[in-house]
């Protein structure tokens, strides 16, 4: 049997958690550490994770624990910092999105990592999600170009109203959950991003930043797409998730539940911040654009159900399941890297555009 993959775990929110857990229960990975700037005073440390080793000073983990792999879900604005210390230390890294606040620092981590022959996994969910592969799969079938409508607002309330609000002081609800989105389009279409606009509104007096966005991006084969974010305690929950593709041959959409918030929300936070609906599908619905001579449907709407989909922690137990074949087997993550940095590229060109008021064209 292969040897364990010491890992120092960074952050330990709602996603650092998440990771925490798998690698607890992995037989491929052994947890040596846990840091936070804050942890020691944390009185909510999961049973399952009591006894590690806490630190609140990156610095001293990294060199007390001397880790194999650092797995870093902390606060955006530390990503890039952490990482860099990391792979100079010869450690693999898994990172939760985004890779960093700006292109350079980004740009920096990708170079380090390949200088070093570090593996640098990034958290993008729902490139492991079997629901969005098979949404991707059915939409490149549809044809050129595509229309791309994407959103996912969050209304705040309990805990979320203070990790919406700490995030926000990172990064604005469009940059921080849109490079999962945006990377969904680039999968889609295929295409490389020429052109972003971006909308903006700061409705939260508490948030340093505006906390409503909506970006816009064409692509070099016409396909164009949207995506919406805002997050608050005033953001409406009337169409908070779609998820939905246009082509010439037809549509599809994702279909999300509407039923009460998993158990352990419920009491706290609305349905839109219940972290296990960000991914939640209960079906794919395929519309069929072609019509008889009559010009009525030849097919009609087809329902794929994906009620035995995996939940939000079966889906990062496979996250960290692909980061330690990475590691093992030595995987080319070439694509993932550069599409990393892509979606981030445009997400930060959208917020660019908003700030100027311009349309921001892309190299």
Known sequence: MADKVKVLVVGLGNMGASHASAYHRSDGFEIV?????????????PAELAGYPLYEDFDQALKETKPDAVSINSWPNTHAEYALKAIAANCHVFMEKPLATNIEDAEKVVAAARAKNRKLVLGYILRVHPSWIKFIEVGKTLGK?????????????????HWHKNLIDSLIPI?????????????LTGARPVRVHGIGAKLWAEADKQNYGHLHVTFDDGSVGW????????MSETAYFVKDVVGPKGAVSIVAGQAASSAAEAAEVSNSAD????????AL??????????????????????????????????????????????LDLTEQM???VNSLRIVLAA??????????ELA
Not at 33 to 45: A, D, L, V
Not at 175 to 187: A, E, F, K, R, S
Not at 351 to 360: D, F, K, L, N, Y
């Open 285 to 330: 619905k395929i519309h069929y654009a072609e019509v008889d001579g009559d010009k009525n449907f030849k097919k009609p709407d087809e329902i794929v159900s994906m009620e035995d989909e995996p939940g939000h922690q079966e889906l990062c137990d496979r996250e960290q399941a692909f980061f330690l074949r990475a590691i093992r087997e030595d």
């Open 227 to 234: 995506y919406e974010a805002g997050w608050g305690p005033m």
């Open 338 to 340: 550069d599409a990393a």
């Open 275 to 282: 972290i296990d609906r960000h991914t939640k599908t209960d």
């Open 145 to 161: 170009p595509l229309v791309m409508r994407l959103n996912l607002n969050q209304q705040s309330s309990g805990s979320a109203w």
């Open 351 to 360: 917020e660019q555009s908003i700030e100027e008021g311009q349309t921001v």
């Open 175 to 187: 940059v921080d959950c849109g490079v999962h989105y945006v990377d969904v389009m680039c999968q």
């Open 33 to 45: 550490g846990i840091m936070s700037r804050s942890i020691k005073s944390n009185k909510k440390i």
